[in-house]
């Protein structure tokens, strides 16, 4: 029985993350069909244990009593401990899925981490998460991801504006990050959330956007530094909408020239329904 009541729950659980659009806190939604058919291959095994559930309890309807159907119980004893510890570890994902609010990563979460890009990083040559510059090589073989960024070159180059929208804010970031002198003084528009970081002189500022490459683990955070007029604000976790010219910078703390948007004109917006951005295949 304890079965059934687990795969109802993480049926119920993957229902209410699409209904209510948390999934896409988690998963790039290019995948989405595979959270919709573990809803259906759940509702699937609930079926069959309920079946076998009915069909054993008909079988064993005359064991009335333990004390005449001759099984020594202690090792059951012990084997039903160990379901219902396996029973409880599974549950634990179920009811905080379901009571605790899906949180909003922001410049929290930067400021924990840090800004750094991963080749200059010490630690896990491994680790999936990125920072600013997004970079999908990893994904395709040499000559695949050339092929990509080519596309990607070709879809932009002569295009006298560049807005970096929902759609294809990875996208087109990672081939500015790649090709920046194919880029200057070209007009480009992005949304993000503002973070000061520590070592910006007094007019930088960094706008950036969380982005999912597939899902929450390999979650980075990705954007352009700002060249900013004086009277902008610079505290965090505002959302602004910003249009400048792109130039380069070589920003030491990375190590690494960088591009970095002058900006020429600038508005306050609300933070969007979906606030993060995901990579288009």
Request: charged fraction near 25%.
């Amino acid at each position: 029985m304890l079965r059934i009541f687990v795969l109802i729950g993480f049926t119920y659980l993957f229902l209410h993350l699409h209904a209510t659009g948390d999934i896409s806190k988690y998963i790039n939604m290019k995948y989405s069909y595979i959270s919709e058919s573990a809803i259906y291959i759940f509702v699937l095994f609930t079926i069959i244990c309920v079946y076998n559930y009915m069909k054993k309890d008909k079988n064993n309807h005359d064991h009335d009593s333990c004390e005449h159907c001759g099984h020594d119980h202690s090792h059951e004893e012990n084997s039903f401990w160990k379901r219902g510890l396996t029973i409880v570890a599974l549950m634990l994902p179920i009811l905080t899925g379901l009571m605790l609010p899906v949180a909003t990563l922001d410049s929290n979460i930067v400021e924990k981490k840090g800004l750094y890009f991963p080749a200059y990083d010490e630690g896990d040559e491994y680790s999936q998460h990125q920072f600013l510059q997004p970079n999908t090589s990893g994904y395709y073989g040499k000559e695949g991801y050339a092929e990509v960024m080519d596309k990607g070159l070709d879809k932009l180059k002569n295009l006298k504006e560049i807005t970096l929208g929902e759609d294809n804010f990875l996208n087109d970031l990672e081939t500015i990050y790649n090709y920046p002198g194919q880029f200057m003084d070209r007009e480009i528009t992005i949304t993000g959330f503002s973070y000061k970081e520590e070592d910006l002189i007094n007019n930088q500022l960094f706008l950036l956007r969380f982005g999912i490459i597939h899902c929450i683990a390999d979650a980075g955070v990705f954007g352009m530094l700002l060249d900013i007029p004086d009277d902008m604000k610079k505290d965090n976790d505002q959302w602004l909408q910003v249009t400048g010219k792109l130039e380069t910078i070589y920003y030491q703390p990375f190590k690494k020239t960088i591009p970095i948007l002058k900006v020429t004109d600038w508005k306050t917006i609300n933070e969007p329904d979906d606030p993060y951005v995901y990579r288009q295949y």
